[in-house]
């Protein structure tokens, strides 16, 4: 159990809070974290880690403080960070050999991580190449298997499917939902689709505010009613998108435009009819990039 109590933090010489009275209580499985940039979601991953401390508040885990567990509380702890931080010079292989010694793991032990870490991140054959050779997207899969190597129970992952080919985002999401039973893992990202299938409950934070922590089909409930579509003719497309929030267009029929709307009220449009709400629709209704009134709600 990690429990978050109260957590605030501001920068110095920062006018604004990053993150602001945050209170959460996780157990075993999946969390998503969703926010535009600025949304505090770095300074979350940094308080959990211990990598920072908060101005106020406390992280706890089975109820002990995470300062008091010291060395206890990282064997534990499995991180990936967003930046590729990897030793150029360094095979695929010798990095992991390096972070299972870091990580006080037996050689045996090890030996058999490296070698079933590698096969699930698609590396096996370029174990021997490297790094500094490596594409953005295979740096990417390496850190996600050095933060598997101890086996945690707590396990931080920041935009780890960021750079990877679809078919291996499938695959690691795939991974990431089967070894969740028994340990929490909390998933930042900026790729809705990552967590919309996997996520036990998605953590929407916006300006250091934790808006709501709740699972998938909540949160789409919660927008029923307030998604549209219309199909509009192509010199309308500009005077729609200044007068609603909308979160799709695409070719329809007849050279018309399939108009996808975010609206509080009916749009006044042709043929406007109530559609499914999917993740998207419900992040781009939190987190708009315009603060003005977008037909009678507050977009942002």
Same mark, same amino acid.
């Given at each position: 159990m990690?429990?978050?109590t109260?957590?605030?933090?501001?920068?110095?010489?920062s006018p604004?809070?990053?993150?602001?009275d945050?209170t959460?209580?996780?157990?075993?499985?999946?969390?998503?974290?969703?926010?535009?940039?600025g949304s505090g979601k770095?300074?979350l991953?940094?308080?959990?880690t211990d990598n920072?401390?908060?101005t106020?508040?406390?992280v706890?885990w089975?109820?002990?403080?995470?300062r008091?567990?010291?060395?206890d509380?990282?064997?534990?702890l499995?991180?990936?960070p967003?930046?590729?931080g990897?030793?150029d010079?360094?095979?695929a292989?010798?990095f992991?050999w390096y972070?299972s010694t870091?990580?006080?793991?037996?050689k045996?032990?090890?030996?058999?991580?490296?070698?079933?870490?590698l096969t699930l991140?698609n590396l096996?054959?370029?174990?021997?190449?490297?790094?500094?050779a490596?594409s953005?997207?295979?740096?990417?899969r390496? =850190?996600i298997?050095q933060? +598997?190597l101890?086996?945690p129970k707590?396990?931080? !992952?920041? *935009?780890p499917?960021a /750079?990877?080919?679809?078919?291996?985002r499938i695959r690691?999401?795939n991974f990431i939902?089967s070894?969740?039973s028994d340990k929490?893992?909390?998933?930042?990202t900026h790729?809705v689709?990552?967590?919309e299938?996997?996520?036990r409950e998605i953590?929407? =934070?916006?300006?250091?505010? +934790?808006v709501?922590?709740?699972?998938?089909?909540? !949160?789409? *409930?919660?927008?029923e /009613?307030?998604?549209?579509?219309?199909?509009?003719?192509?010199?309308r497309v500009?005077?729609?998108?200044?007068?609603?929030l909308?979160s799709n267009?695409?070719?329809?029929?007849g050279?018309?435009?399939a108009?996808r709307v975010?609206?509080?009220?009916v749009?006044?449009?042709?043929?406007?009819?109530p559609?499914?709400p999917t993740?998207e629709?419900?992040?781009l209704y939190?987190f708009?990039?315009?603060?003005e009134?977008?037909?009678g709600r507050?977009a942002g």
């Open positions: 990690l429990t978050l109260h957590l605030t933090h501001r920068y110095p010489r604004a809070t990053a993150l602001a945050l959460l209580t996780l157990s075993p499985g999946v969390y998503g974290i969703l926010g535009p940039n770095t300074t991953m940094n308080i959990i920072l401390t908060p106020s508040g406390e706890a089975n109820g002990t403080p995470i008091k567990l010291g060395r509380y990282r064997e534990l499995g991180y990936m967003q930046h590729q990897v030793y010079d360094f095979t292989n010798r992991l972070m870091l990580k006080g793991l037996k045996s032990e090890a030996a058999e991580k490296i070698d079933r870490l991140v096996r054959d370029d174990a021997h190449r490297r790094m500094g490596f953005g997207g295979m740096k990417q390496i =850190l298997a933060a +598997l101890n086996d707590l396990l931080i !992952l920041d *935009e499917t /750079g990877l080919d679809p078919k291996e690691i999401r939902s070894i969740a929490i893992v909390l998933l930042a790729v689709g990552d967590v299938c996997i996520a953590l929407l =934070l916006k300006r250091g505010v +934790l709501t922590c709740a699972p998938t089909s909540q !949160l789409i *409930e919660d927008v /009613g307030k998604v549209w579509q219309a199909d509009i003719p192509p010199e500009g005077e729609i998108s200044v007068q609603y909308v267009l695409a070719a329809a029929t050279g018309l435009i108009a975010i609206s509080e009220t749009p006044e449009l042709p043929g406007v009819h559609v499914r993740l629709d419900v992040y939190h708009s990039d315009t603060d009134t977008v037909h507050a």
